[in-house]
């Protein structure tokens, strides 16, 4: 693939459309998490989609001046809302006013707390796929012994097909690289057993497509590889695969925690590494395949937790992922 | 279901065949395993399967001569044979002679740390199904925070149906009995999210079968519930989803271990939790829905862990798995 060259430099300030709604403690949360990003991180602006004088009102609270622009938007999707219906029926929800400030170059990337599925509508229906994309894919960062793993699809979508892991791959790759993790990230696929032939019919019908990519594949990954890391900086997967693991790991890193922190006069660190390892909730999921940068976080996150969000939704637009997606992609289909 | 009468006592010798091939470190790993089940388990006697001079030198290299009896085997079943070949031409190899003895009622259970296929075939073609099951299933014990998890499948069945997913959870139900975990264990289905609806096809699938089953069925667990524990005593799902899950659980238990270790002055406890914790490749699983018990452990496993799994095969022989999983599933089918 050839880089772009209109990246944008490392120094340049990038706007974040920071959705103020959809958590679950309220927007406090959110206003909390903007002036910590914008007190440390004289890289970003936002902008704050909310109702306008909700909104102004916690700004001001905050006295949050510089560097910061309010959008009015209305109102969130909630939980038992069809999120596409939702979308199509209020565009002013806040999620697609959002979505749309990305599609108008106004911001440089969304972050949203919300509804996943809604962020994902508003990604699709608002932003748009890349050409050549049939399914957005939610991918996480997941801090390994070994280096960091982008593991994608963590819940975009459960019934896959072996085309679309082949897919996954490329906007993992586009995606690891947009990190840094590598300069030729390398592609595993999630299975058990690393002998050919192992795994169910997905895994030997993906692995054949897989294997025709021109990609640095290396074949099985298993699920400890996730999470020791060092063997592929992309693991490709499932949807509902992606996320069962996800959870898994937070699971394993909050239980392992729990009983070390046992051990020690002082349980302090053992369970600070814990919570800071149980990512499965609150990782910043990226969307890819989309014609813009949308991060979606969990319902329940933290200021910090949300400030880390915007702070990887600007990292990965300084360093080019849709045009690195969009590229590679093109190569591909050439 | 109404319990078998003719339950073996707490204090009944149990005879285990333990299978002396198949270890990837050679058979000196389970000679010294056997020698400490003997010196620590008064409660247990040992059949030693495998080539009769060999094994007898194992034995006396180790003074053991109480509570054992030797029976000779010619070969283990290699990793590139296919099992199911290889226990019809040669019904010799050890593990399929262990097999034979629990069917012969020579022995209470089966151990080995052969090739998983391997024990699998022998259980399923020497030892036989129960009536009504149409696949084995592979069960391993989690240790959660909360209480020990059963979960299932976790290799056996990589591409399952809804109709095995009921059939694993009456499975589960039984073994999660057998080891005391609850006098009616509740069972849950991996999937993502807990809202109905969600989950791929099989699960949603798999739910509505779940649900017209005589058992305190509680819906939707996700990936961190296995880990954590507290939701449901049994977690069923098919065998590539567990197996994923299983690896998952030990590279966030080394990952989270070893990252702890480095806040602390003395890193050994932590990393001994982790690897206590590392169960993904050393649980003992327990074959389900066969007609006598059969564990398999891990080819690399050690003397310590081989010793575990005959306890864990003693345990559930005391506390009468088979007898149990037969009568729920003829309560059921009536």
Known sequence: ???????????????????????????????????????????????????????????????????????????????????????????QVSVNVAAELVHNSRAGACVSIGHTGGVLAAATLTIGRLPGVTRAAVAVVVPAVEHDVVLLDVGGTVDATPELLAQFAHLGHAFAQALELSDDPTVGLLTIGSEPGKGDALRRLAHEQLLALPLRYIGAVEGDDVAIGGKADVVVTDGFTGNVVLKALEGAAINTATQISKRYADPAPALEVGQSFAIGAHAGAVLLGIDGVSVVGHGASTAGEVAAYVALAARVVRHDLVARTAAELSDTNQ
Do not use: F, K
């Open 1 to 91: 693939m050839t880089l772009p060259e209109d990246r944008a430099g490392e120094d340049a300030v990038v706007t974040i459309a920071l959705d103020v709604l959809g958590g679950d403690a309220g927007p406090e949360v959110v206003a909390d998490a903007a002036l910590q990003v914008l007190t440390s991180q004289p890289g970003i602006a936002l902008i704050l989609v909310g109702p306008s004088e909700l909104t102004r009102q916690l700004a001001a609270d905050r006295s949050i001046s510089d560097r910061v622009e309010i959008v009015h938007a209305d109102s969130a999707i909630s939980m038992d809302e069809d999120p596409v219906r939702a979308i199509r029926n209020r565009p």
